[in-house]
């Protein structure tokens, strides 16, 4: 995020800002490798520790029967226990990606090319019943358990950038560009409980602590494809769907046309617009079958897992008595994760600069994916060789975090939650580290384009 405001950020801040690349004096732009990675969420934490902790720590879960919890012992893996729950994952690779400036009629544009694997998971709002088993207490007798939905998607994507400035005789300097993107699915799963599902709890035998668990009146949808192979437990690469995608911004610019940097800057982005369709993916339903047992139920419990197709089979047999009955055909579609991004940057004084960006998700098709929102000032000086920043998030409008970028030639590393990656915290639930490695081909200066200047008055 704070990255993506800096002027030599290249092909690596167009999927936020399509135009961003347009600003950068250097002639070509090359991304070897890029990660980033971000995980938000209020279901469970990790007690006293920081990321990089982790790689030393042996983990526990959380017994409040022997007064094991994450409030009194370090290293245990509790849950929040709230009423409700969310959780947001993102990762996204960006592999060899390059963007150029050319002149067409003497007209500068900038195109690029860029390539993406990319993975998210969301959850929102979803109904905590697991809340009684985490904590050790009985469930309800009666439990109506409200809608939800979850969305995870695991794709490829190859994208076209180009910009180009607009509205040559404003006062202003007007930036229009885009990306256009070919989606490549993967894997993908979309699970939606449409209506209130009753849970109903009675004694199983004369242990007081063990519960039969039933489900009745669900009205439940189960889609899936994937790429694993799990009776070779290895992962067979293939596509599984497709689709289009598209990215566009507009940016306006106060720059004297003497300055290599503008004094303010506001943009306007709309991302991720598209879904991807699998065609093949399968389908399952489940509406007003019989009442089924989930819990101490050896039909389920005591049949060794090999597939999702397995065990919505053994669901079917449950609900209808007929393992077949649930099959709802085949293909199904992901929304990409829509997004509306907003961005303001002023010049303080030479190469410094305070951005602010605000990121709403606007979920435009069925069954979209969703984003964190985010809420991000930076303060970042700008340098050729150099780039550094410091910034604060509000992710979620809940979740204050803060952190920071460096780039040092062709090294980015930063976090907009850098504090647990090295400081241990009371409840670790949440983490984000990006990094790139670069190349500046045909590497552009000040100087250099001064002496270009005064080649051109000479002629």
């Known amino acids: 995020m704070s990255y993506s405001n800096d002027i030599y950020s290249g092909i690596n801040s167009a999927t936020l800002s399509p135009t961003q690349p ?24 990790i007690s006293k520790q920081s990321l990089l902790g982790l790689t030393k720590s042996k983990i526990q879960t959380a017994n409040p029967k022997e007064n094991i919890t994450g409030e009194n012992t370090a290293n245990v893996l509790d849950f929040y226990n709230k009423d409700n729950a969310n959780l947001l994952l993102l990762t ?22 860029f390539s993406r694997l990319r993975t998210q998971a969301s959850v929102l709002d979803f109904d905590n019943y697991l ?121 306006m610019l106060d720059q004297d046309p003497r300055e290599d940097e503008y004094d303010s800057k506001f943009s306007f982005n709309v991302l991720d617009l598209g879904y991807v369709n699998f065609k093949n993916g399968i389908n399952h339903q489940f509406v007003n079958g019989n009442t089924v047992k989930l819990q101490n139920n050896p039909n389920l419990d005591d049949v060794e897992f090999e597939s999702p197709e397995q065990y919505l089979k053994l669901l079917s047999q449950e609900a209808y008595g007929d393992e077949n009955k649930s099959f709802a055909g085949n293909g199904f579609k992901i929304g990409l994760p829509t997004s509306i991004n907003i961005n303001y940057s002023q010049r303080v004084k030479e190469h410094h600069f305070i951005n602010v960006n605000w990121i709403q998700r606007v979920p435009v098709f069925e069954n979209s994916l969703k984003r964190n929102n985010i809420l991000n000032a930076n303060y970042s000086i700008q340098k050729e060789a150099i780039g550094y920043g410091v910034s604060t ?10 952190g920071g970028y460096v780039r040092l030639g062709p090294l980015i590393l930063g976090s907009e939650n850098a504090f647990p990656l090295l400081f241990k915290h009371k409840k670790l639930h949440a983490a984000n580290v990006y990094l790139a490695i670069k190349l500046y081909p045909f590497w552009d200066n000040a100087f250099k384009r001064h002496r270009r200047e005064q080649c051109d008055c000479e002629k």
């Open 393 to 402: 998030t509000l992710s979620e409008y809940n979740n204050l975090q803060f």
């Open 22 to 45: 347009f600003l950068n004096s250097n002639p070509w732009d090359i991304n070897l490798m890029s990660a980033d990675v971000f995980l938000q969420n209020d279901y469970a934490y």
């Open 92 to 113: 996204d690779v960006m592999g060899p990606s390059f963007s150029m400036t050319t002149h067409i009629k003497e007209k500068k544009y900038v195109f690029g090319l």
């Open 131 to 251: 809340r009684f088993g985490n904590e050790r207490i009985p469930q309800p007798n009666e439990y109506l358990m409200h809608p939800f939905a979850t969305q995870v998607m695991n794709w490829n994507e190859i994208g076209l950038n180009a910009a180009t400035s607009i509205f040559p005789y404003s006062g202003k300097k007007w930036i229009f560009g885009l990306n256009l993107k070919y989606e490549i699915g993967l894997d993908a799963a979309n699970i939606v409980n449409h209506d209130n599902m009753l849970l109903t709890t009675t004694n199983a035998g004369q242990n007081p602590n063990k519960k039969n668990i039933y489900a009745s009146n669900y009205n439940l949808t189960a889609s899936y494809v994937t790429n694993y192979n799990f009776e070779t437990d290895r992962y067979e690469y293939k596509q599984n769907g497709s689709g289009i995608g598209l990215d566009l911004g507009i940016t």
